[in-house]
């Protein structure tokens, strides 16, 4: 009886004790680099060219990012490096060297074919509320210019990337705001579920349209929400001529794009954003957008 006690008094025990919370060192990156962050996304985006090879994830490569990519924005990072390490992506707490901002970044951790799928960068010291998209990097001149300096210049932000020039691989399979067979695609999705609001960056030749600086649609949607409607308000004090795409006819409104028909179905704010050359490079045109396109991003950081 006394030794049937001693069991009893120890199972009690045993079961009174609780798990140990996770630490914050326990769901970090284990990975962490100081770095100058425009070069390191700049240096990666530099490579890409239309005659360049690519090949995009399969369906369960698919499944597999896009709950690494949910565990990461969930505040795991150590369970997402365990989901993505298999596709040759790795999580890296990131450090930069002029701001003293930090980033977690998914990128490739070698060559491969996962090394063309893009990037995803979420800023680690504030709560995510906004995400800056670029579909078409390089092809889209400076388009990649504008996703840093946005990500760079307001709290609370996340930057998709895509991997490859649109003219990559074969049959348009890198033109990833039309494919839903992407890495960018499975980013995107997974931060629409938790209705986290988007703005995608495009930019459009000279000889496309010479009436506008800017067209601004909300893709397959067909009405647009005060603080988009606020955006364009501020680019034309801004002396930019502006299309919107929710009460007018204009070119390249974004009504095919993937991404914005997936932010209808998953009622998550879309913003298609084209842009001419004058508009994303130097100057002050460039500056104008880049600063109205900012106001709407702050505008979403307050929410």
Not at 23 to 52: K, N
């Amino acid at each position: 009886m006394y030794v049937l006690g001693l069991i009893g008094l120890l199972m009690t025990l045993i079961g009174c004790q609780k798990t140990p919370e996770p630490t914050a060192q326990d769901t970090e990156p284990s990975a962490r680099e100081l770095v100058d962050l425009r070069s390191r996304v700049l240096s990666y985006t530099e490579e890409f060219s239309p005659d360049g090879p690519y090949a995009p994830p399969d369906e369960e490569q698919r499944a597999r990012l896009a709950r690494g990519v949910g565990l990461l924005l969930e505040g795991d990072a150590r369970q997402a490096e365990r989901q993505l390490g298999p596709l040759g992506l790795g999580v890296t707490r990131l450090t930069d060297t002029e701001s003293g901002r930090r980033y977690d970044e998914i990128a490739a951790t070698g060559p491969g074919e996962s090394a063309r799928w893009g990037r995803l960068y979420v800023n680690a010291d504030s709560r995510l509320r906004w995400n800056a998209q670029v579909p078409h990097p390089v092809s889209d001149q400076n388009t990649e210019r504008l996703g840093v300096r946005l990500l760079e210049g307001t709290p609370g932000g996340a930057l998709v990337l895509a991997g490859a020039h649109r003219r990559a691989g074969r049959d348009d399979s890198a033109d990833v705001a039309h494919r839903e067979d992407s890495a960018f695609h499975s980013i995107v999705v997974e931060l629409q579920k938790r209705g986290v609001p988007g703005v995608q960056l495009h930019g459009f030749a000279e000889s496309t349209t010479d009436d506008y600086d800017a067209v601004l649609s909300t893709g397959a949607a067909q009405s647009a929400p005060g603080e988009v409607s606020a955006l364009a308000d501020r680019m034309e004090s801004d002396g930019l001529r502006v299309c919107r795409g929710w009460s007018a006819r204009c070119p390249l409104e974004g009504t095919t794009n993937v991404q914005g028909r997936a932010a209808k179905r998953q009622h998550a704010t879309f913003v298609h954003l084209e842009l001419a050359p004058d508009a994303r490079g130097d100057g002050r045109d460039a500056d104008e957008a880049a600063g109205a396109v900012a106001g709407l991003l702050a505008d979403w950081a307050q929410e």
